[in-house]
C-alpha cells in the first residue's frame, strides 16, 4: 500500500486556495516546534459566510495537503459550519495520512479555529471561549 493516498498527492501537487488575502477578515497562524509546520489562513467573511479563503503553509506535503483540504471543505460555509469541520474529517477527505502524519490535520483544524477566533476578536463578537484552545500542538492534539 502506497504511504499516501491519490487524493493527498493531488492536494500536495495541486494545492487549492494557495496565497493571502490582502485585507482579511481573520487571519489564523498556528505552529507545531517539534515537525516545524507553520499554517496561515486567511478569510473574507460576508454576511456569515466564508466567501474566500488562502492559505500559506511551511511543512511537508502532509500539511500542504490538510490545509488545501480544509480551505475547500469550509469555502462558502457558515462560520458555524467551518467551525464544527474536524481533522478528523480532514484526513477522511483525504482517504486518511500515515499515524505519523495526522498532526498535520490537527494543524489545519486549529488554523481555521485561529482565523475565526481573529475575525470574531477584531469584531467585538462574543463567542464561547472553549471553541478556541489556547495550547497548539501536537502533545495535546485531539487526533483520530
Not at 477578515?25 to 466564508?50: R, S, T
Amino acid at each position: 500500500m502506497a504511504l499516501y493516498t491519490e487524493t493527498v498527492m493531488d492536494h500536495f501537487m495541486n494545492p487549492r486556495n494557495v496565497g493571502s488575502i490582502e485585507n482579511a477578515d481573520g487571519i489564523g497562524e498556528v505552529g507545531n516546534a517539534k515537525c516545524g509546520d507553520i499554517m496561515k489562513i486567511y478569510l473574507k467573511i460576508e454576511d456569515n459566510i466564508i466567501k474566500d479563503i488562502k492559505f500559506e503553509t511551511f511543512g511537508c506535503g502532509s500539511a500542504i495537503a490538510s490545509s488545501s483540504m480544509a480551505t475547500e471543505m469550509i469555502k462558502g460555509k457558515t462560520i458555524e459550519e467551518a467551525l464544527a469541520v474536524t481533522n478528523k474529517q480532514v484526513v477522511d477527505a483525504l482517504g486518511g495520512l500515515p499515524v505519523h502524519k495526522l498532526h498535520c490535520s490537527v494543524l489545519a483544524e486549529e488554523a481555521v479555529k485561529s482565523a475565526i477566533k481573529d475575525y470574531y476578536d477584531k469584531n467585538g463578537i462574543e463567542y464561547d471561549k472553549s471553541l478556541f484552545p489556547d495550547d497548539i500542538g501536537c502533545e495535546g492534539c485531539h487526533m483520530v
